[in-house]
């Protein structure tokens, strides 16, 4: 059992620590009145608390004087207009600055360096508030309810009510909803949409939310946003202004031009499966290009490549910018087509014959798959690295050699003849 701490032990010990007994020694775990040497206020800690490291409950801030409080207060340029009620009351008083009451916690001020809200612009003069959303066009039909809760006012121009926030009007981020067309009356939505040429077939669903609607000019199903069409410029009708394709249209123009569907129709920008009256070869257009007068069958085409004629897949590689080409050409365009490459710094691997111009392209394409989906190697330069074109297939030569892609040409043609 350790031996009793005697008085004169104590008594040195808290001298130590800057305080200065008021009373005999009680013992270690009970309030020994004391004066500090710091604050030079008297205080009642426990000797097991001081010799635990603890402070001074004042100079550490867990003991308030009230007084001490005020001044600290005051030193903040805030007047306290009650008593001191504690650390985790608000505490009421004037700003000796701007002249306007606030309630601020004394901790906050003691630690933090907390001062006047409205001085700091952290608070919001309810008086200054309204002038704002007057501004802005709103007159306020409740008392300031706070920086962030909606707030019930009436708009100068339509004189509709609503409950934008102090907040995102005071830094220009919100109108009236219902002059931006984001909120919108039922009835008056309807009317609209009648005048773009729409006949509403469902009620109204909110502004962002499509609306299902008939087309008066084309007939046709479609379902806009309100908000697109009121605020954004959107046309009402998707078919209309041609960023939609009807699938019974679509086939109907595609036969016009001497091709016939054999597949339903998809999309605009992806492959359409038909085959030309004119040749009867099996071609896959898409129908955006035939649509904007690029023809769509490459085997009658007058320029390119002639796809019936015998042709040659050949592979390249460019040291400096690090990469692999693969291509085709026929008797015609490959020599020219290589020599062109061959000028821009590329270096001829290998070329083989093969019998057609489609079958070279089937090959080349089931390569490039191959590359594309099992290596996960996506074209490797860019449009304006290939002036001449075919950067679409390039590949990164530090992730596949030669050798590799020659081996899967190769391959591929065998498959090929033996369909």
């Known amino acids: 059992m350790p031996a009793k701490r005697s008085e004169e032990e104590a008594r040195a010990f808290f001298i130590s620590k800057g305080l200065t007994p008021l009373e005999p020694y009680p013992g270690q775990s009970k309030p020994w009145k004391s004066k500090c040497k710091n604050c030079k206020q008297v205080v009642s800690p426990h000797f097991s608390s001081i010799k635990a490291g603890r402070r001074c409950g004042v100079c550490s801030g867990k003991v308030v004087i009230p007084e001490l409080a005020i001044e600290v207060m005051r030193k903040a340029f805030l007047e306290p207009l009650v008593p001191y009620a504690g650390t985790k009351t608000a505490w009421k008083c004037k700003c000796l600055e701007c002249g306007h009451i606030v309630h601020t916690y004394y901790s906050d001020v003691l630690h933090r360096g907390a001062r006047c809200g409205y001085c700091q612009k952290k608070a919001v003069d309810p008086k200054e508030a309204v002038g704002v959303m007057r501004a802005a066009g709103f007159i306020p039909q409740v008392p300031y309810p706070g920086a962030t809760t909606g707030w019930r006012s009436k708009c100068k121009v339509c004189k509709r009510e609503s409950f934008p ?57 479609v379902a806009p946003q309100y908000s697109a069409i009121a605020t954004s410029g959107q046309g009402p009708c998707k078919y209309c202004s041609r960023k939609a394709v009807d699938p019974v249209s679509a086939k109907k123009f595609m036969i016009s031009k001497g091709l016939i569907p054999l597949e339903p129709y998809s999309r605009s920008d992806g492959p359409w499966k038909c085959r030309c009256k004119k040749c009867k070869n099996v071609v896959t257009p898409t129908y955006i290009s035939v649509f904007r007068g690029q023809g769509g069958c490459k085997f009658c085409a007058t320029s390119g490549i002639d796809y019936q004629a015998p ?43 093969v019998a057609s111009a489609i079958e070279a392209e089937a090959v080349e394409f089931a390569v490039l798959s191959w590359i594309r989906n099992d290596w996960g190697l996506p074209p490797y330069l860019s449009k304006r690295e290939m002036a001449r074109g075919g950067y679409t297939e390039t590949i990164e030569a530090a992730e596949i050699d030669l050798q590799t892609i020659w081996r899967r040409v190769l391959l591929e043609k065998r498959r090929s003849e033996r369909k």
């Open 311 to 353: 042709a040659f897949i050949y592979l390249m590689t460019h040291k400096k910018h690090g990469a692999h080409k693969i291509g085709i050409g026929t008797d015609k365009t490959v020599d020219n087509r290589i020599r062109s490459h061959e000028r821009a710094g590329w270096e001829s691997y290998r070329s083989i014959p």
């Open 165 to 221: 926030a102090y907040t995102w009007v005071k830094w220009g981020k919100t109108g009236c909803i219902y002059c931006k067309k984001l909120l919108v009356v039922p009835s008056e939505a309807e009317d609209f949409m009648r005048k773009n040429n729409l006949e509403p077939l469902v009620a109204y669903p909110g502004a962002r939310a499509a609306w299902k609607c008939r087309c008066t000019k084309c007939g046709r199903i």
